[in-house]
């Protein structure tokens, strides 16, 4: 049957969310639903801004990096009062489906309005910190680590021209996933992660460690340390002046910072969003409420919203690669 859905994209941007809505205009119009675009995150819910979605917008679409409905972090609708006027403007526009592409703080805003709103509710996952349970990637977290792991590649020419220690920090706000497989991929020659952070003193002690022995193997070398964000308190600033202060001079703080948001999407992440976006539109009219989809094994799942802000470990074999391969010591 035929039903009205809106979509909006909230939180931090990440490639491959147009990817993700371009499928699911085109299963909307396939389906013989009607779809409306809510602009500016969950601001457009609460100030009923929104356009028409349909095949024209499609064309070129699925490369386009960012969002074409723009997006936010929206205070007024964390508050009751502007949950409950996004759940009246639902209303007046005779929503039945609300899809929500975006991360844990996303999900947590939706879960809050559907206790103001009676509507259907998907959330779809994209993120390039991939910190959210149910799923085993989220949408724009394959191009994050592309961009990473190419940015890490330069800074490694330099620091080999120089022979000196760079510190690069690597976003994904208090996960590790993304500072991982950059640190991995890049071939660095340490990395902090919230997750395996063993305190400043004996990480501080691990990497001069590491760098003495690199250093009596081959000589001064490069050595690059990938920093997750908000690992280290005070920030590579601080990392960088306890390494001078160990002896360890010329240090070089590198921070990629947004530029991990941009870009074309890779096609691991135009293949998740295209699955995830058709997947959202299938389920509706279901009696699943209040759920996630993701993908686990490469296959579809449903999540309920509320288990995707729960811990998500990283995966353990790279952990024992990262034990053995580049955090080991030589001592
Ligand atoms: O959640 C995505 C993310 O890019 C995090 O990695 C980062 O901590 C945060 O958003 C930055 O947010 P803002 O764009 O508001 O500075």
Not at 256 to 267: A, C, E, I, K, N
Not at 283 to 311: A, F, R, Y
Request: one cysteine or more.
């Amino acid at each position: 049957m035929s039903k009205r859905i809106a979509i909006l994209t909230s939180g931090g941007d990440a490639p491959g969310m147009n990817a993700c809505i371009r499928a699911v205009i085109i299963a909307c119009q396939k389906a013989g639903h009607e779809l409306y675009g809510y602009l500016h995150g969950y601001n457009g819910l609460v100030n009923q801004e929104y356009i028409s979605l349909s095949f024209d917008t499609t064309h070129n679409l699925i490369q386009q990096g960012g969002t074409i409905l723009h997006s936010a972090r929206c205070k007024t609708f964390e508050t009751d009062d502007g949950a409950q006027k996004s759940a009246e403007n639902l209303s007046k526009l005779a929503i039945d489906t609300l899809i929500v592409i975006g991360g844990d703080g996303s999900f947590r805003g939706l879960k809050h309005l559907s206790t103001f709103w009676s509507g259907q509710t998907i959330g779809i996952p994209g993120t390039i910190d991939n910190d959210i349970n149910g799923t085993d990637a989220t949408i724009g977290y394959y191009t994050a680590i592309d961009t990473a792991m190419s940015s890490i590649d330069k800074v490694r020419d330099t620091a080999d021209a120089f022979e000196r220690v760079f510190l690069v920090e690597v976003m994904g706000r208090h996960a590790g996933f993304l500072a991982l497989n950059a640190a991995l991929s890049s071939a660095a020659d340490y990395v902090l992660l919230p997750e395996l952070f063993e305190g400043c003193e004996q990480e501080l002690d691990n990497i001069i460690c590491q760098i003495k022995a690199q250093r009596a193997l081959k000589g001064t070398v490069s050595f690059i340390v990938v920093v997750a964000e908000n690992v280290w308190p005070g920030g590579l600033s601080a990392l960088s002046t306890a390494l001078n202060a160990k002896g360890i001079d010329d240090v070089r703080p590198v921070t990629l910072g947004h530029v991990q948001r941009g870009g074309s999407p890779v096609s691991e992440d135009r293949l998740l969003a295209t699955h995830l976006g058709a997947y959202a539109v299938s389920l509706v009219g279901s009696e699943n409420t209040n759920i996630m989809v993701g993908e686990v094994n490469k296959l579809p799942v449903v999540v309920p919203l509320d288990t995707c802000w729960q811990n998500k470990p990283l995966n353990s074999a790279q952990v024992d690669i990262i034990r053995s391969l580049m955090n080991a010591r030589y001592d």
